[in-house]
């Protein structure tokens, strides 16, 4: 009786907790945050821009 108690608490381990610790499923936003829209590739580049002027500059100089 004993081994089929721990067959069976070793096999839920494997089925939920270990499948929950590899892949840890995210929890969902609160009701209160609001979504932003995906940036366009066009405003996608000038943020990338305007980080790598800063990141230069502040190599260079202090900003």
Not at 22 to 43: C, G, M, N, Q, V
């Amino acid at each position: 009786m004993k081994v089929k108690v721990v067959c069976r608490k070793v096999y839920d381990y494997i089925r939920y907790d270990l499948k929950e610790i590899a892949f840890p499923s995210s929890l969902p936003d609160p009701p209160h945050i609001k979504k932003r829209r995906k940036l366009t590739w066009h405003e996608r580049w000038l943020v990338l821009k305007e980080a790598s002027r800063l990141y230069g500059a502040s190599w260079v100089r202090d900003i």
